[in-house]
């Protein structure tokens, strides 16, 4: 568990403050909107739909993300080596951050992320029941984390197509 926590904790040290405020704002908005659709509705089929696809869309979100970490480690573009040796002028337990180590805990971050959301969504049925305040708070919680680790990922992506193209 304390490795999670270091994770989170390096990228939300990392990662420029606007960028997280941005995220969780609009984040915020999808999910409030979202619960409150729900909690105005008597038909909870589209939330259960989207707890059940949203299984195995984080499954191959897992797998692409995988992918995309063995991808920038692996990855022989002159590029990637200049990365390795720019300093983004911030610092980790007194050190400094590297652009290439800006992108990696991106990674891991999504990775992790996407991990917890997808056991959060494989179990929800279990421990949530739609029809109840507590189950509509849990899936617009449920729907802040899809679209928080998504915005997280579209961010990573960009990132590593900027760097290898080198614009």
């Known amino acids: 568990m304390k490795t999670y926590i270091i994770v989170i904790y390096d990228y939300f040290k990392s990662t420029e403050k606007a960028q997280l405020i941005w995220n969780f704002f609009v984040c915020s908005i999808l999910a409030t909107g979202t619960f409150f659709m729900l909690y105005n509705s008597n038909n909870i089929e589209p939330a259960k739909s989207v707890i059940n696809s949203s299984v195995s869309i984080l499954g191959i979100l897992v797998g ?5 970490f063995t991808l920038l480690n692996t990855a022989a573009n002159p590029n990637i080596d200049i990365i390795k040796k720019t300093e983004t002028g911030k610092s980790l337990y007194n050190k ?13 971050y999504v990775i992790v992320g996407e991990s917890l959301v997808l056991i959060f969504n494989l179990l929800f049925s279990f421990f949530f029941c739609l029809n109840n305040l ?3 708070i849990a899936f617009g919680i449920d729907i802040f984390l899809i679209t928080h680790i998504i915005f997280t990922n579209i ?7 900027f760097i290898l193209s080198k614009k």
């Open 155 to 161: 961010k990573a992506i960009s990132n590593f197509y």
């Open 134 to 136: 507590s189950g509509k």
């Open 64 to 68: 692409f993300s995988i992918s995309m």
């Open 96 to 108: 400094p951050i590297y652009l290439f180590d800006l992108l990696l805990v991106s990674m891991i």
